[in-house]
């Protein structure tokens, strides 16, 4: 892992030449990392409405003519700047060279996919909702589904989120992950005061695992956003008031 003042990088991302970024607190000017550091010709980053849920958004060359290759890219911009976040979604797949796609998170976990044979990368915003509803698992069954492609070929990097050490939650909150997740023993401990420490992480690891990705190419930050305060926002250490920090994933030209 690389490790900047404004962002964080994986060296296994960079190695098959996926443009990628975990930005923190002291990155005020995406645009700014976009062009004079990955020098791509605009900062643009196509993002979603996030609604915590599990929907995945998928934006596929198949749309666009063939005539159009040179500006899909483009019609995609022009048309995102007309409907603002209409397209509600917690993950977003596409094959679409020099279109950056984007989540924003303070705390909910950042999860980047690259396929390393078809060029195909997604990104996912899994909160405790997403996480619950099994949004990582969804989001690979699409990229299976869509693009034909092989859960053997994906890479997975989880970026800074909240941790299992930080984050305590009520019955009420664990009681889905008991409800939909055979595994919720493995990713929640209860604790005397009937509160649970939850751990995201894990929870989106073995939904990957489960989905046919190899552990050695699920990458981890480490970092836990809550513990980090003073690297990442959070919104548990800081309340409404925490700022975002925005992560993205793209297939240069």
Known sequence: MNVYNKYLTFR????????HAFTTRACSNVEDILINE???????????????GDNVHVISDLQFP????????QKIKNRKSKIGNHIEADAIITNIKDLPIGVFTADCLPIILADTKRRVVGIIHAG??????????????????????????I?????????????????????????????????????????WMLDLNKANKLQLMESGLKSENIIT?????????????????????????????????
């Open 155 to 195: 890479i997975a990097a989880i970026g800074p989120g909240i941790g299992g050490c930080c984050y305590e939650v009520d019955n009420k909150s664990i009681n889905p992950f008991r409800k939909n997740l055979s595994y919720w023993k493995e990713i929640a401990i209860e604790k005397s005061d009937r509160k």
């Open 12 to 19: 296994k991302l960079g190695e098959i030449g996926i443009i």
């Open 128 to 153: 405790r909702v997403g996480t619950s509803l099994e949004i990582s698992k969804k989001t690979i069954i699409t990229i299976k589904d869509v693009f034909d492609i092989s859960a053997n070929d």
């Open 38 to 52: 990955f020098k791509l010709d605009s900062g643009y980053i196509f993002t979603a409405r996030q609604v915590h």
């Open 221 to 253: 930050s480490g970092f836990c956003t809550s513990c980090r305060n003073d690297n990442f926002f959070s919104f548990r250490k800081e309340g409404r008031l925490a700022g975002r920090m925005i992560s993205f994933v793209g297939i240069k030209k």
């Open 66 to 73: 063939i005539c159009d290759l040179e500006n899909r890219s």
